[in-house]
């Protein structure tokens, strides 16, 4: 036997493992929505957390999602967090602060947390589908 093809087959072991498709799509869902919240680096203690706390994650696919959406593969997410921010906000009555920069604050991180939140739960759900489905014609 090849070492390629051992290396392959052990490395299917590792991430299918007794693993069902919706356990390991749901494991990329969770790493994907976890991994685009801007949460500076913390996302990965979280993560964890969670999938410890939830023995039917699968472990190995969070992590994958972690390295699939690292802050490159970010970038485009969160562009489209703040145009959608812009559209879902715009003409929306704004609190007002005596202090200017706690106005611009407010309205930057409203516009975009709550769209960035709606697009990575997006992300999460086209993930898990196109996964499982992936996962269902392999198996």
Known sequence: MKITHRLKKHWADIVLGDFTPHNIAL???LGTFIALLPTFG????????????F?????????????????????????????LGGFL????????YDIEILNQIYTLTRRFLIAHIIVSFACSLIMYASIRGLLKIKL
């Open 42 to 53: 913390f996302g990965v203690f979280i993560a964890m957390g969670i999938v410890f706390m």
């Open 89 to 96: 906000f715009d003409g929306m009555p704004v609190v007002k």
């Open 55 to 83: 023995p039917h994650i699968n472990k190995p696919a969070t992590v994958m999602a972690f390295i699939l959406w690292n802050p490159l593969t970010q970038i485009p997410v969160y562009i489209l967090s703040i145009h």
């Open 27 to 29: 494991g990329l869902a």
